[in-house]
């Protein structure tokens, strides 16, 4: 969107604390430095940082100091003048980018439209339930029959999805919106971590041809994409979703992510 000389970035390390840390264990924090993992592996992260606006070491004291004493989770919008959380809802925090702050937008991407908005907010809600939580209800569910049918609603929303891109270039039409800014994520994890992590093995992104091209244009779609879809942010998500579980092995693979979403023409080996 172009608000990156309104709102700085701080990145947090994509697992939480031990148990033997100051604080205790399952709390964000920054850690720039890196730590040894599950695995063994000491590893660092270049997009990590310190937290530039306190100098904390924890998400939770960052909501301490702005007195909130029950809170630990991310993202935060974080004001630093009057230094209060504005948000720490994901859904809440976009909206915020594309209406709040739509007069600071350099990009000409328009998120929210007023034309479309009542179409955007049903879109956003499917999307929700049946793909972005769905695939965490597949793979964290220990019930076969719970995992079974998040399995099937979840490969039957991307058939739909592909249904619909095969008549739009985006999800609503010519230009993308704060929908499908919504399903890049569970999309762009899906071939390289929820294919594996969460056992969503139907198939791969790459298998839909109508979605594949669309993330090709979402990859695209606006100046600095490169900041948030790289290989370093990629190694990011799969240090985060198999890095704090099992043994904690980090898959090597699959080669050739996330720089093929680029190439309309790529089929996995």
């Not at 891109?165 to 919106?177: A, H, I, Q, V």
């Not at 998500?237 to 043994?247: A, D, E, I, L, P």
Request: proline content about 6%; hydrophobic content about 30%.
């Amino acid at each position: 969107l172009g608000l990156e000389d309104i709102i700085t970035v701080d990145v947090l390390y994509p697992n939480r604390s031990g148990d033997d840390e100051p604080l205790g264990g399952n709390l964000w924090k920054f850690c720039p430095q890196g730590q040894v993992g599950r695995n063994g592996k000491h590893r660092i992260f270049p997009e990590c940082t310190v937290d530039t606006v306190l100098g904390k070491d924890y998400v939770k004291q960052v909501y301490e100091h702005a007195g909130i004493m029950d809170q630990k989770s991310v993202p935060i919008l974080f004001d630093k003048e009057t230094k209060t959380v504005v948000s720490n809802e994901s859904a809440e925090i976009v909206r915020m980018l594309g209406t709040a702050m739509k007069d600071f937008i350099t990009t000409g991407i328009e998120l929210f439209p007023e034309d479309k908005q009542s179409e955007i907010n049903e879109m956003n809600d499917w999307i929700y339930n049946e793909i972005a939580n769905g695939s965490y209800k597949a793979g964290f569910s220990s019930n076969q029959d719970v995992y079974e049918t998040a399995y099937n609603s979840y490969f039957e929303a991307l058939d739909k999805v592909n249904d619909i891109l095969s008549k739009r270039k985006f999800l609503l039409g010519d230009k993308p919106t704060e929908a499908d800014l919504r399903l890049l994520p569970p999309f762009y994890r899906h071939d390289p971590v929820y294919h594996n992590r969460f056992k969503l093995n139907k198939k791969f992104l790459w298998e839909y041809p109508h979605i594949w091209r669309w993330m090709g244009d979402m990859m695209n779609c606006a100046p600095n994409m490169d900041a948030v879809t790289n290989a370093g942010y990629l190694d990011h998500c799969k240090q985060g979703y198999f890095g704090r579980t099992g043994n904690g092995s980090i898959p090597v693979g699959p080669e050739g992510y996330p720089e093929c979403y680029k190439n309309p023409n790529f089929k996995a080996n």
